[in-house]
């Protein structure tokens, strides 16, 4: 065999792993202007945004660990809106047609628009959680492995956290929860 016929029978044997393995979901990211301006209660859908900065080491974690887990791309798609920012953005942002500006255009600073949201202690990364009308219902600061943020965004799907204090969902989601989230999510 030749150098050639060894590449065709590499490039058919990569063609053909890739059509009989599972695709993995992909988190599908919007632009916070864009979900400013979206109907999350028409959609049925929550809002989710993920505040990071690009020296933060843990924002490239929960990129490169979590948000790259199926079970939590499948969640953010089927039931969530989400939105990346750069905490530390330049560009103005309209929010409910109110438009926030990075009040230092000259350094690092964080931007209006995250103060606004993130009532209190900054951090990053930090996640958001918004109901159906575009308000906080929490504010998550820090870093979640895959299997602990499947549980903390099922939580607020079907207003789990108007049903449960979340040590008692806790508790329960393994046996009684993770069942019916895997099949509405279409794992068998």
């Not at 988190?27 to 900065?53: A, H, R």
């Not at 951090?123 to 959680?129: C, D, I, L, R």
């Not at 492995?145 to 903390?152: T, Y």
């Not at 895997?182 to 794992?187: Q, R």
């Amino acid at each position: 065999m030749n150098g050639k016929n060894i590449k065709k029978i590499a490039l058919a044997a990569v063609v053909v792993l890739l059509s009989v393995a599972p695709l993995k979901a992909q988190v599908e990211w919007t632009t916070i202007d864009e979900m400013g301006s979206i109907d999350l209660k028409e959609n049925n859908k929550l809002g989710f945004i993920d505040f990071y900065t690009t020296w933060c080491g843990w924002c490239k974690k929960l990129d490169s660990d979590t948000f790259t887990n199926d079970t939590v791309a499948r969640i953010l798609n089927k039931y969530y809106i989400a939105a990346k920012v750069d905490a530390e953005t330049k560009d103005d942002i309209t929010w409910k047609g109110i438009v926030y500006k990075n009040p230092d255009l000259t350094r690092k600073t964080t931007h209006s628009f995250v103060k606004h949201i993130i009532i209190g202690k900054i951090s990053y990364p930090t996640t958001v959680v918004l109901d159906k009308h575009m308000n906080v219902i929490n504010v998550l600061p820090g870093y979640f492995s895959a299997k602990d943020f499947v549980k903390v965004l099922w939580y607020f799907v079907n207003d789990n956290y108007k049903k449960y204090p979340f040590e008692s969902y806790n508790d329960v989601f393994e046996s009684q929860i993770r069942p019916k989230m895997n099949k509405d999510l279409g794992y068998k």
